[in-house]
């Protein structure tokens, strides 16, 4: 009898892992096919209609979901006047290149009544991401999820949530934002800021004029809830905290982390979460309230308000008007000690890609400067100079043709230049008293990295025009962020804490604030990869730079040839 139980015990576990395997095994990646026509659509919050420029009509726009393994296809129309690009932000575009995005390097914009077929295989990712216009400031409107489930049958490494809830976080402004940036980069200055915070694309009650359209996350009791948020926010770092509810962090730019519990969530724009929500055992018959709001480090003048969305427990006696409600208690504007323990929390669930051996170490400084501005001009910094930013020095000048092209068909010449610094060309206190001179030079340089390069970057805010946290965004590659610290970088010292057991892997990372970090990747997709800072406003002034990664020796090392539809300048 007993072993006849043994037998059959035996057997179902066989069973079991058995179709296990084969739920694995017998994954079919499928493609998946989008249409995002580009329109304008009247969009009224803050009591003012506007156009904006959308996807589908949609605002925020439509949700890409797909399996890891999967391929996506993306047939983008514009209908509007505006160029326009759209970038996966995240996806990693193994041999892809031509489907990154960002204008002017990977391809020229597609204009007014042209389409082009974005194509790309999510490989070894899963989790949130999102996609974006990457040219001017378009991205104010025209962005969205995108969701990468694991493959059928494989688990997430935390019980399977209740439900799955997306919590895109943008910027709205009562002006058109083209005319915002063309107004700021005319004069000199710093552009207008935002009117208001949304949450999936709504202000909430915090604003006059709300009309009471919030967005609501109704919510059972005893559940767990996944929320994938996302900050698309044009130029805000920001805080997000829901009243009386634990979040536990489990992934970060789609990789996952060793959980941890928070109250508070931070997020610079580019960056993507995953926390669960678990609700408590017992219906609530109050309203609590989900609210975000910035973190702000440099000089200039930023939005102060905050964007309230509402939690609730469905089933409770419905009396929706009066109920009773919760504020979460955030983080002042400033509170860099804060954002200093959260980021130092994040830690990778799985870790044994971290090159230990680098074959090239580089040192940025990220920061603004100044440029001098025409005559006929009317700037407003010293001896008529204008704002700008820059890496080691260079103000990063748009190219006419996309950069891309000209690498593939050897057509540099009068496009770009390889000199960019490996190092500062003038070494000063980066962190202390600024130079008198704050001068940079502009130029469309680029590094070049032989393929498979593993490599070491610092970068390291500077102190001219005022320390500043920059939330920095590298293309077609994730990295590991091994260190990070308050004052000026020391090459001797500072290595020795660098974290090469289990660093968070992701796409976008903050330089502190007067400090530095320390990133660790191998170079091992051949392309042309922006690297910017995503507060928008920066990458308007030039703190950009690329990285040209060669082909490999191998076949299945090398870039393909750009697929004939690639958009012309
Ligand atoms: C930006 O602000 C200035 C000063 O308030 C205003 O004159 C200008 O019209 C604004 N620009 C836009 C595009 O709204
Ligand atoms: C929510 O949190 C506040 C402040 O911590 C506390 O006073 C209140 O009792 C909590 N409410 C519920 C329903 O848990
Ligand atoms: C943050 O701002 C508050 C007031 O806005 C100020 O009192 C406080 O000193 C600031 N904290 C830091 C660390 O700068
Ligand atoms: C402005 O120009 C003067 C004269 O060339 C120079 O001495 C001064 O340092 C400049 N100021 C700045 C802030 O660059
Ligand atoms: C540098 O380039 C910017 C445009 O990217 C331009 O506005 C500025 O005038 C240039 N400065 C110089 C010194 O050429
Ligand atoms: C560009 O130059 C490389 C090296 O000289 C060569 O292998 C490649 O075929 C050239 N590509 C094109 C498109 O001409
Ligand atoms: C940046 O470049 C400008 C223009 O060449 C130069 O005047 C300035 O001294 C440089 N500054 C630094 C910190 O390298
Ligand atoms: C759109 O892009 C094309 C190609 O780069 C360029 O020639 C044209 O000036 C752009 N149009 C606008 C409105 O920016
Ligand atoms: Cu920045």
Request: aromatic share 10%; net charge positive; charged share 15%.
């Given at each position: 009898m007993a072993s006849c139980f043994l037998k059959v015990l035996l057997?179902?576990?066989?069973?079991?892992?058995?179709?296990?395997?084969s739920n694995t095994s017998m994954h079919t990646a499928t493609t998946?096919?989008?249409?995002?026509d580009i329109r304008l659509q009247t969009a009224t919050r803050l009591c003012e209609t506007k156009n904006i420029v959308t996807v589908n009509g949609q605002f925020p726009g439509p949700q890409i979901v797909a399996n890891e393994g999967d391929s996506i296809s993306v047939k983008v129309t514009n209908y509007v006047q505006h160029n326009i690009t759209i970038h996966w932000h995240g996806i990693r575009q193994v041999r892809t290149g031509w489907a990154d995005g960002p204008a002017y390097i990977t391809q020229c914009p597609i204009q007014k009544g042209q389409t082009y077929t974005y194509k790309f295989t999510i490989l070894g990712q899963r989790g949130t991401l999102f996609w974006h216009a990457h040219i001017s400031w378009l991205r104010a409107t025209v962005y969205g999820p995108i969701i990468v489930l694991p493959k059928h049958g494989v688990p997430y490494p935390f019980a399977k949530p209740h439900k799955e809830v997306p919590i895109i976080f943008g910027e709205w402004w009562k002006a058109d934002t083209e005319t915002v940036i063309n107004q700021a980069m005319q004069a000199g200055g710093v552009p207008n800021i935002s009117d208001a915070y949304t949450i999936n694309g709504l202000p909430g009650i915090s604003y006059e004029c709300s009309g009471n359209h919030a967005y609501k996350l109704e919510v059972k009791p005893g559940r767990t809830y996944?929320?994938?948020?996302?900050?698309?926010?044009?130029n805000d770092e920001l805080f997000f905290s829901i009243a009386n509810h634990t979040l536990t962090v489990v992934e970060v730019d789609a990789v996952y982390t060793k959980p941890f519990d928070t109250d508070v969530v931070l997020l610079t724009p580019g960056q993507t979460t995953n926390v669960l929500l678990t609700t408590s055992p017992k219906s609530q018959n109050f309203m609590f309230l989900m609210v975000a709001s910035p973190y702000k480090t440099g000089p200039a003048r930023f939005d102060k308000s905050k964007t309230i969305g509402i939690l609730e427990y469905s089933n409770t006696n419905k009396i929706?008007?009066?109920k009773p409600f919760f504020e979460p208690s955030l983080p002042n504007y400033n509170d860099t000690n804060f954002a200093t323990k959260f980021s130092k929390k994040l830690r990778s669930l799985e870790n044994n890609k971290v090159p230990k051996q680098v074959d090239k170490h580089?040192?940025?400084?990220?920061?603004?400067?100044?440029?001098?501005?025409?005559?006929?001009?009317?700037?407003?910094?010293?001896?008529?100079?204008?704002?700008v930013g820059a890496v080691n020095n260079v103000t990063f000048v748009e190219p006419k043709t996309a950069l891309l092209q000209s690498h593939f068909f050897n057509k540099s010449k009068g496009v770009y230049n390889t000199d960019f610094p490996t190092n500062p060309l003038v070494q000063f206190d980066y962190t202390g008293i600024p130079?008198?001179?704050?001068l940079?030079?502009?130029?469309?340089?680029?590094?070049v990295l032989p393929f498979n390069t593993r490599l070491e970057l610092v970068m390291q805010?500077?102190?001219?025009?005022?320390?500043?946290?920059?939330?920095?965004?590298?293309?077609?590659?994730?990295?590991f962020v091994v260190g990070q610290g308050f004052g000026d970088y020391d090459a001797k010292k500072d290595p020795k804490n660098f974290n090469l057991f289990d660093p968070v892997q992701r796409n976008t990372v903050s330089v502190p604030a007067g400090g530095w970090v320390a990133i660790r990747f191998t170079a091992n997709n051949p392309g042309v990869w922006f690297m910017h800072c995503h507060l928008e406003v920066h990458t308007s002034w030039g703190l950009t730079m690329a990285w040209i990664v060669m082909d490999g020796k191998k076949p299945n090392e090398k870039l393909p040839p750009p697929p004939s539809d690639l958009p012309k300048c």
């Open positions: 057997f179902v576990m066989l069973y079991l892992l058995l179709t296990a395997e998946r096919d989008y249409n995002f996944l929320l994938r948020l996302i900050n698309a926010a044009l929706t008007t009066n580089y040192f940025f400084t990220v920061g603004l400067g100044l440029t001098p501005c025409n005559q006929n001009q009317k700037c407003p910094g010293p001896n008529n100079t204008k704002l130079p008198k001179n704050m940079t030079k502009n130029g469309t340089k680029v590094a805010d500077t102190s001219i025009i005022g320390p500043e946290s920059h939330p920095m965004h590298l293309h077609g590659h994730n990295f």
